[in-house]
């Protein structure tokens, strides 16, 4: 079964929005073992789309299309579709509800244009659109499917997870296929390629490793397939056992887990709450933490001390000590993490200082020098990290890290692994 | 004349790898008026590169390949080319003392495979690599041209800016082309196009207008042609200051601007001063605020107040504000400004408190409510703004709005216009 994913608009063209739909919908397709043969990118001109529909379908057994069809003039995918397909557009009483909904929601007024989206083919399928205005579209005929799906990634993941891929399931008959992920972070591709050596000579017929790097975390995909599903899920938990088994040190969760939620869930199961206080990262920790939904049950809040003034007066930090070792400094991190924790009542405290660049860097302390500190009550704990000369990552690289590190002191590893 | 570009690689179309590639080639060539016809992405598989020329020479005086250059089996970019264009491969001394150097560099061993690159096309000319090991080619034959280049970004960037334009230049005719942008937040993009009616419709020949939204902000894009360099500029200049008046309004800065630089000089330019208090944007709006370089020296600091206990002790607010109009409030955010103000001794103040969700929503205060609050020692303003019901999008619009907001402010401004 192979697929073509194209990709509609002018703005992907000329580079002004990076394609990542295109990566997405390949990344989905290939779990349930569609292979993706092309994807393709073209201009919101109705000859393109034709075109790009007749040559797509000599060569594939579905085509997955987004962008195009928002309500304005050059958005030409359905008048596309609708003609390819010799279709009449229909009015559809749901999508305008849908639509009003949308526009009541956001507390806008409902524009005339907009209730040209309500016009659907009459011989395709509506996809209702959750998160958006415009409704997406599967055509299926003669055991080939073009779906068509609006261009903002929320909208169209939304529809894909929802409509497109149960579409996908009961109309295709699709092998068996399985991936499992184990999530590391705060080690490199080599060193966990070196602990995965007899692992991967050994793996089964049908099965494969990836190593997936991303800022600070690898994640690695094991995949197989096999015509009998029940010796595909067997041989799957075996592998997977013994992958997980040889990188344990390094692994925050596996699948769908996100470090800011594993850490949430073990607070949670700790029965802790926490506090943090930032400086060079400047919020980007708190807003990691709080980028998961219930958060408030376990995060106090934070102190971003960004100037020493509010390190002192909202911290405690000593002037004595930002004179002696300086802001970027064990010390300085060690009573940020004692002034949390008094300030905020939490029970565990982060705390990050460091020279985020390009300027601020010294001989002593170049750019990418970060303190990173855990504490409770009880005790602390500090390292010092030499990160990179770019700002940017250096912040993201302060999170990844202080979050691992904090997992690791509520399952009281901290001493031996980091 | 115009253009595909064409991105060889499994690992992309597996979604591995998004595909920054592609949009970088298309803004290079887009800005010396060369049109993108198509951007493909196919397999690693000779016939799948020599089908992809074939189809793509019909169409296009140009063609631009990343991709598929390595030593290995699975690089198939350089025996397809060579055999579509009757190459035959020679050894070229300086390619291969250039891969040497690059291992010398590196710290590594030169292995046997690579030696296999310094082979190229008799026909073709050479792109030497200044960051990598792989050589580039340009054939070009019949006034077309086709590139073929690494797949590794800077390997690639490298090779267009300093070898691929220049041929470019030499061998086509290119038109006169300018870009400018005019970025606006706060407004949809109806309002817009509703205030730029007169303005479109007497745009001259040769120039376009293009609204580019995302999440809270909405880029214009003018973009223009002309046989005649000094007349664009001239044009470009004039049609330029009539659209930014029409919506100057909304506009928070122009082309390579960002709403949170454009903050940082205006506090800057002022000499105020900045603290937040941040509760259902968890820390996002400091995370944009020092995301600016230099930002310390503006940026005082934050309280990231996630619990009712923090917005007490931290900031002041009354437990009985709390009780009698909730922590989603005017009157809690009115208390959050003084209170940030208090305790940072800052100029300014910015406050959020809202529901993000997807939980925590009440009839009266749904998720997506968000009060947002600016205020100095003077004088404080504050808006309730009802979003979507995605928490992600909540917690990045309030960062827009906010910093809009604060803008407004400093520029006078916040009575009227927000």
Redesign the interface.
Known sequence: MNAIILSIG???????????N???????L?TIGIK????????DSQS?ITAALD?GLKKADMMLITGGLGPTSDDLTLPSLAQYFKSELVWDEKVWQNIQHIFH????EI?E?SKQLAYVPHNATVIYNT?GTAPGTIFYQNGKMVVSMPGVP?EMKAMMELDVLPFIKRHFKLPFILNRHILTAGVGETQLASKLTDFERELPEGFKL?Y?PNIGKVKLRISGTNADETALKAEMDLQFAKAAEAVERYTYGFDNDTLEQVVGKLLIERSKNLC?A?SC???????L???V????NY?????????N??KM??LGVQYSTLEAFGAVSAETVKEMLSGSLK???ADVAIAVSGV?????GSEDKPVGTVYIGIADRHQHYIRKFSFTTH??RN?QLSGVVALMLLRNFLLGRLQTEV
Not at 10 to 20: P, R
Not at 299 to 307: D, L, N
């Open positions: 002018d703005e992907l063209l000329i580079g002004q929005t990076i394609n990542t295109s990566a997405w919908i390949g990344q989905l290939t993706i043969i092309e994807a393709n990118t073209i201009a393109a040559e929601m956001r507390g806008r524009n244009s998160q929320y990836a997936l943090i930032e990262s400047g919020g980007y920790i708190s807003h933490i709080t980028s939904a219930g958060s408030s995060f106090k809040g934070a102190f971003i001390t960004y100037s003034e509010m007066s909202q300030a905020s009542q985020a660049g390009p300027g601020g700002r940017e912040i």
